[in-house]
């Protein structure tokens, strides 16, 4: 029986769906982005704000927030643990990317919700 010791409990199914599922999030958000671009090409900040104003695309440009921190995570860990064969470098380097991610997740949500 293989042990899993590097992914702290998780399988390799719940990695494959969270990249899976977060990937198909960040296209959905991509394509109404881009969209919404094509659409309004005389956009100006008033139209920009509003947009980001409405709960909805709060919630939906959050979830795209989650969605990239969560499949940047995944990825950046399958490459670690794949390249960094040394046990220190690994976990210092893993440990710098999740500081990364949160404080990146942090300040969109701070942009997002704040004033």
Known sequence: ??????????????????????????????????????????????????????????????LAFVSLSAHAWVGLWTVTTDYLKPTGIRVATQTVIILAIFVFLVWGIQVLWGA
């Not at 494959?16 to 090409?41: C, E, H, K």
């Open 1 to 62: 029986m293989v042990t899993n010791v590097t992914n702290f409990g998780r399988s390799g199914l719940s990695d494959w769906l969270v990249q899976r599922v977060s990937a198909i999030i960040l296209a959905l958000y991509t394509l109404f982005i881009v969209g919404y671009l094509l659409l309004n090409p005389g956009l100006d900040y008033a139209a920009w704000s509003g947009l980001f104003a409405q709960t909805w695309m709060r919630i939906f440009s959050l």
